[in-house]
């Protein structure tokens, strides 16, 4: 099912150079879809340093500082495997979601896609009008239209491209550190002036210059569709059954020996990668669904039923069946929907407060008075909260005693401390040379968390 001609790829002429293109834009009702969930995505990704969780950032991955924060709650770098675990969950949906739908997510949610095609295009379109006047103005030769249009073209790309910059850079070092680069000179933050001087090319050259290449050769998720999608996988299609022989309307043929498709090459015009739909699946196909319609618009102009391209399996249409949502795809949504709910559960059972217990290295037991034995342990503590902790520990037999030679005592919100303490058992309790001590974790009269560790001592006490 999946297709591409090595030899006449849709970004390259015949000559081997760059293709420019010029889709053409029909608003049609998936169109209209999209733009609404870009408008949605859009506010989320420029609002989204500013909105804060319970005093913290939506999201915040600060990889210098190892802080990571995610709607509101803050990961350190004890939390490591819960993000191991959200890495391999996400790999395996993107494998199920793939198998089950193809590359709808390109299409609809990919953060190029969407201000490729709803922002910078959009922009171009407003400026230099459509796929035939850019076409026309991109051949003709430079006059003053011309270069008006494409200064001021370039001039507001080159300015959002400095806004994307920024926002992407406060999901990285916090709105905050952001405001400082901004506002004091620049001679205090070289590295994030430079950084969001990079950036900005980066995102001007691509929306600007690089553009679909993004999709139909540097992003390597087009080339995993072709080992994932099968005969049953859902994906943007053309009805070929019914579609050929394809052939202009004409009244002095006769239309009842020719297919629904009148060959009119629209659903290629609108194709931001430049495929046509017709020769099959293909890599480059990001699943826009902007030959739908098209193709749909022209089907009402000739009255004929819709979707004639839509969204299809290739089992669908050689067994001439509508589309549906099989035991298959039920079977791997399911299987997402677990691994999501397994990943959320660990992380609301995360513990507020972390401890790491460990013997003091190289320290043999003590013979304390009163006939105890005591061992020396230090505790590493973490607050993951916003708000400070009152942390003690504590054990459940009555008979051990926890004696600090420095307390966890208050823990500041988002810090970390240090506690270094004796456990002290009566000599007559020890029934080994090793023994399994269970410590608690309290902040007030909760039990935040039970920590085992081990006790060396002599043996006493045994038959």
Known sequence: MLTTDINAQPNTTNGGGRKWMYPVVRKGKL???RSLLSYVYLLLFFAGPFISINGHPLLLLNVLERRFVILGQVFWPQDFFLFVLAMLAGLVCIILFTIAFGR????????????MEMVFRKIEIWIEGDAKKRRKLDEGPLTREKLV??????IIFIVLSFLIANTFLAYIIGKETLIGIITEPVDMHWSGFISICVFTVVFYLVYSQIREIVCTVICPYGRLQGVLIDKSTLVVAYNFLRGEPRGKISKKEDQTKKGDCVDCGLCVDVCPTG???RKGTQLECINCTACIDACNQVMEKINKPLNLIGFYSEESIAQKERPKFNGRMVAYSAVIVVLLGVLTSFVLKRSAVDVTILRSAGMLYQEQPGGYISNIYNADLINKTSTPQQITLITDDPAIQVKYIQAPGNLKAESEGKAVF???IPASKI??????IEIKVMRGHETLSTISTAFIGPVYGSN
């Not at 029934?431 to 399994?436: I, L, M, N, P």
């Open 422 to 424: 004796f456990l002290m």
């Open 149 to 154: 249009k494409k200064t001021s073209k370039h």
């Open 275 to 277: 495929i046509d739909i």
């Open 104 to 115: 709808v997510f390109c299409g609809w949610i990919c953060p190029q896609t969407i201000f």
């Open 31 to 33: 169109y209209r879809y």
């Open 431 to 436: 029934k080994s040379a090793k023994t399994d």
